[in-house]
């Protein structure tokens, strides 16, 4: 369109944001006794991320907008406690007084699924917080105000949720060692199904807590066993024996159900894998409810076992190819 003599140019305004994202992730095998520093295996899981935009609002209150509420953050329900103290650690970090901002989450990592939502959420959120205020956190400054803040949403955690979230390789984490980064040429796919139940990690990992208290030396048994198998599947890894490893990932889940994690959802599903010849199956992440791992000879079998699990009542499933990982 032609601009007449007499009109003068629109000026735009371009006002500036923050941008930060993360992704999702999966517990392979330690999820819970990870907590009580045995080792885990953990993968990205790239196709389930977050995007946090947010700019300065000239209100008296911080304002958010997403899948669990909109409006203004101090009315916020309690589940949004984590971001509250995410926002106020990061500015005092950065020593900013006063600012008010406008966030927008934009998630497509389902929420209490042992996938890290919340986790990625907050590490997203820090990020676009460090970005829209220039401010150069180191990612061990990041993780600290990261785990600050997921600390009031899982009371326990081992740390593991913020660190994955935020890192692009499989990894071995251990509480009380430096992460190791681990490679994948696994000619297998490993299935990631959601029951559709809201997992329930908090009441998960203080459940363990509570069996601990009244019978220690069995859930010391169950921790130590769980870890052996752990150290055997990364040798299994290291070897390609997706048999081996299958097989490691099904005796975790048992070891997960006795320590009361599980439910009928869960081992529904589990079930549903094994008998579409999963080479192996558990739960995934916190448990009592969430989602469910399957191990798969090849991306076809992936294909056919996911198939199956969404026939038994999954709501989602992705597949994540472990030969390219
Ligand atoms: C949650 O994704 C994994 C748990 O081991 C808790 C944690 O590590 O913080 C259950």
Redesign the pocket.
Known sequence: MQRHEHEPFKQEIYRPIGIGTAHGKV?LMG??S??YDFPAIALPLPAANVTVRLEQLDMKNHYIDSQIYTGPLHHAPNELNNLKKAINLTLSSGQIADARLRIWIDSNIPIGR?M?SSAAVTVALVRAMCHYFNLGLSDSQLAFIVNQAEVIA?DQ??G??TLLVSTDSPIIYRKSASPVPIQFNMPATLVVADSGMEGE?KL??SKVGQLLEKTPRFVTNAMQSIGDYVGQALVAIKQNNIHDLGRLMTYNHYYLNQLGVSNPTIDYLVNRAWMSDALGAKLT??GLGGCVIALARDYRHGQFIQAELLQAGAVDSWLLDLNTM
């Open positions: 517990i999820e819970h990870v907590v042992g890290g899982h955690t081992s593991l949720d990690t998960a990992v992440g916190g």
